[in-house]
């Protein structure tokens, strides 16, 4: 695809020659940090890296699929001291260690690293590739055992907030309109290790150029919620606070609307909740988000209202990405008032990256700032969300490879012919 060539192959040469300043301050040890991933992306290039993870036979505990109290368990019942145990937690999850493999478990005890290097495997994913576009944003793509490739997406920002976009699924299940990853249909979900592994490697690599990544978003390949079990779990060892300590307000998970599960996570999990929107009317929903024919705007938006007047000072973030001639107008401003009237809530107005073959067109930016403006003047916290990597094909909701079969395009309502 022409628009994947733009991307250029990430140099760690320019890396470690162009160290930023800061960078080198920040971080004790620069060089061990990058040699690793010399050799980690080298192996990654030849074959497998590191057969520990790619064997599906194997009977190896994946160290970074469980949580520390089932962590501290399993350690106990290979007869070692809890105490071992978060000293592994702080090994794979804390600053500057991030550890891949045995050889990187220094400072644990001889018998305990045997053991682990025997029963446990650190590794749940093998890095293929890193990518840089013209804006920094990074995408690293990760191969899984079975030979699926997955994107983790790394938007550095000002003000140092830096954030990872992880995916939840090879693929997605939802087809909506706009999606190029829903093109692909379900693969499958990924694991509890797969995901969290996203965000530890993220930090792994850029933690030293970007500074700290603060912010997960879960708005990389598929409906997050549709593996909902994987993704609470993961998103709870995120923000664990002896390991990666990522903050629960900064831990998003975004989802295409599906109620129950929706539900289910906001009693179960610390993390903030997205809601993608994308429409006020069902008729443009139940087109562009098929998944609201099942769970229709005014259940979904009733859930949110009931769930929420219970939870002090939460707010949920609506994503609202704005289609030329599609959901754009100033009734659709005025409708999404009244929609999310009640609901503690933000919205985030989101400028549509165009890809190839879509049907859509982004709304011009003078028109998104006058709808956001007749937003803001009946009191709702509103944020303009102008794209980024746009070119690169790189922004959250793009991601993934369509192969030949492809769910199907759905007929476009006759008043909205126009628009694509
Ligand atoms: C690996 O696990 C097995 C089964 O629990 C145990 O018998 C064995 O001793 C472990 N290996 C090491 C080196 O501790
Ligand atoms: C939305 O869904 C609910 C529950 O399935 C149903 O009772 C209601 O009639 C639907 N509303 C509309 C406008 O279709
Ligand atoms: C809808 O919302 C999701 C999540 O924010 C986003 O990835 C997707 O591109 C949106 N698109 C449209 C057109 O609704
Ligand atoms: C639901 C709906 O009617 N949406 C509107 C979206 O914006 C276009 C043009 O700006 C209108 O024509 C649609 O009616
Ligand atoms: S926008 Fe999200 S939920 Fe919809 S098809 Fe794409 S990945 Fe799936």
Not at 197 to 204: K, P, Y
């Amino acid at each position: 695809m022409a628009v994947i060539v733009r991307w250029t192959a990430f140099s760690l040469s320019s890396l470690v020659v162009f160290p930023s300043p800061s960078a080198t301050a920040r971080l004790s040890l620069p060089g061990r940090a990058f040699s690793r991933f010399t050799r980690r992306i080298s192996l990654a290039a030849s074959a497998p890296a590191y057969p520990e993870s790619g064997d599906p036979t194997s009977s190896k505990v994946l160290l970074k699929g469980m949580e520390f109290t089932e962590l501290e368990k399993w350690v106990k019942s290979q007869g070692f001291r809890s105490g071992q145990a978060l000293m592994l937690w702080k090994c794979l999850y804390g600053n500057n260690n991030w550890a891949q493999s045995c050889d990187e478990l220094a400072g644990l005890n001889k018998e305990f690293r045997k053991m682990l290097s025997e029963n446990a495997s650190l590794m749940a994913l093998s890095v293929k590739d890193v990518v840089t576009a013209s804006d920094g944003t990074r995408k690293i793509l990760f191969t899984l055992d079975d030979g699926s490739v997955i994107e983790t997406v790394v938007i550095p920002c000002d003000r140092g907030r830096t954030t990872v976009c992880v995916s939840s699924q090879v693929g997605c299940a939802m087809n909506c309109q706009f999606c190029y990853t829903g093109r692909m249909g379900l693969r499958k979900h990924l694991s509890t290790a797969e995901i969290v592994e996203q965000a530890v490697f993220a930090r792994r690599l850029l933690s030293s150029e970007f500074g700290s990544i603060t912010n997960v978003v879960f708005m990389g390949m598929g409906e997050p919620l549709h593996n909902i079990d994987n993704v609470i779990k993961a998103a709870a060892i995120m923000v664990d606070e002896q390991g990666l300590h990522f903050s629960p307000r900064k831990v998003a998970v975004s989802t295409s609307g599906l109620v129950p599960q929706l539900k289910r996570f906001l009693r179960e999990s610390t993390c903030a909740l997205a809601v993608s929107l994308n429409a006020t009317t069902d008729e443009v929903r139940n087109w562009i988000m098929p998944i609201n024919r099942k769970y229709n705007l005014s259940l979904l938006l009733e859930t949110l209202r009931e769930e929420l007047s219970s939870k002090h000072k939460y707010k949920v973030l609506f994503e609202y990405v704005m289609l030329a001639g599609v959901n754009d107008s100033m009734e659709d401003a005025k409708r999404l008032i009244e929609l999310v009237h009640g609901i503690p809530c933000k919205i985030n107005l989101i400028s549509f990256n165009p890809h190839c073959g879509t049907q859509f067109k982004p709304t011009p930016e003078e028109k998104m700032i006058e709808f956001r403006n007749v937003l803001a003047e009946a009191g709702v916290v509103v944020f303009l969300r102008l794209s980024r990597g746009d070119d690169q094909m790189a922004a959250c909701g793009q991601l993934g490879k369509p192969g030949h079969i492809q769910p199907p395009l759905l007929r476009v309502p006759e008043r909205f012919q126009m628009a694509v």
